[in-house]
């Protein structure tokens, strides 16, 4: 994907296209399942499945996209995605593990 269609996609999103944000899904999806694969620790595979954090992570992006203003690189896109996937998968490992 080039920046100018994720910019596109971005504004269809904020003016609100639910087929737009199925498009960015689609599009950016496989980048983010795999970097929470890479990620995820082997005592929450039990538990958890990398799809569990692809969908907290897809709510929280659509929770702040409308203030988020200049994401034209779409590597820089799926660095936000997996900061974003990773901070909700390790508050939840410290929830688990490091709470009794």
């Known amino acids: 994907m080039d920046g ?3 910019e596109t996609l971005i504004a269809r999103i904020k003016s609100g ?3 737009a944000a ?3 899904v689609e599009e950016y999806g496989p980048h983010l399942h795999a970097v929470l694969s890479r990620r995820l620790n082997p005592s929450m595979r039990r538990t958890f499945d ?5 969908q907290a992570a897809w ?9 988020i203003t200049l994401v034209k690189d779409p590597k820089k896109f799926v660095a936000l995605l997996a900061t974003i996937a990773c901070r909700r998968m390790n ?7 490091l709470v009794d």
């Open 4 to 6: 100018r269609r994720l």
């Open 17 to 19: 296209s639910d087929e």
């Open 22 to 24: 199925w498009e960015l």
């Open 50 to 54: 990398t799809n569990d954090f692809m």
């Open 59 to 67: 709510a929280s992006l659509f929770r702040i996209l409308p203030r």
């Open 91 to 97: 508050n939840e490992y410290r929830r688990r593990h």
